[in-house]
T-cell receptor, first 112, second 115 residues
Framework: GQQLNQSPQSMFIQEGEDVSMNCTSS?????WLWYKQDPGEGPVLLIA?????ELTSNGRLTAQFGITRKDSFLNISASIPSDVGIYFC????????????FGQGTTLQVKP | GAVVSQHPSWVICKSGTSVKIECRSL??????MFWYRQFPKQSLMLMAT?????????EQGVEKDKFLINHASLTLSTLTVTSAHPEDSSFYIC???????????FGQGTRLTVV
């Protein structure tokens, strides 16, 4: 089946540093989404990307939908302690379905 | 954004018993709901897709007779883990979407522990 390869698996950074993580797939996705999950909670949507090549920002977060529709990256600028958590990319293989394939997740730790 | 609520947030049950988890869309009509399972330090794995008024579609490897899904109304879907065993212990998360929208809204998850 379709799979997403997310990297890095984990990151430990200093407060104020920028962070970058990415996802790749061997198949095409129509939508790419980035979620953050805190322990014991469901994932919360950060950014949604709907068009190939699209670059979208949400505060300190920036994400891009790769032109080939097989990859996406998420950047976090000037990290703060509350950025700690697990970040997941997710791809939507179809349209108007809501069905998602998730990456393996990137665990982010921020040292104050 | 739209709100999806799961109940209970956590549950402990004895091996061999059944457990029902509810997923409700509080402020919109969810034409489709999805059930995911997440083991510790792992990603979310889709278990099944549930459309209101019809049978759920299960992903490969998910036992439909063990994980019973009912989506009887546009605001409620239930997942029943039947004859639970310790290996069923996991974090179960639902999401919901409505027709014509690609965004899915997630519940807060249910932690199931089978002892």
């Amino acid at each position: 089946g379709q799979q997403l390869n997310q990297s890095p698996q984990s990151m430990f950074i200093q407060e104020g540093e920028d962070v970058s993580m990415n996802c790749t797939s061997s198949s095409i996705f129509n939508t790419w989404l980035w979620y953050k999950q805190d322990p014991g909670e469901g994932p919360v949507l950060l950014i949604a990307l709907y068009k190939a090549g699209e670059l979208t920002s949400n505060g300190r977060l920036t994400a891009q939908f790769g032109i080939t529709r097989k990859d996406s990256f998420l950047n976090i600028s000037a990290s703060i302690p509350s950025d700690v958590g697990i970040y997941f990319c997710a791809g939507q293989p179809g349209s108007n379905t809501g069905k998602l394939i998730f990456g393996q997740g990137t665990t982010l730790q921020v040292k104050p | 954004g739209a709100v999806v609520s799961q109940h209970p947030s956590w549950v402990i049950c004895k091996s061999g018993t059944s457990v029902k988890i509810e997923c409700r869309s509080l402020d919109f009509q969810a034409t489709t709901m999805f059930w995911y399972r997440q083991f510790p330090k792992q990603s979310l794995m889709l278990m099944a897709t549930s459309n209101e008024g019809s049978k759920a579609t299960y992903e490969q490897g998910v036992e439909k007779d063990k994980f019973l899904i009912n989506h009887a109304s546009l605001t409620l879907s239930t997942l029943t883990v039947t004859s639970a065993h310790p290996e069923d212990s996991s974090f179960y998360i639902c999401s919901a979407t409505y027709w014509g929208d690609t965004e899915a809204f997630f519940g807060q998850g249910t932690r199931l522990t089978v002892v």
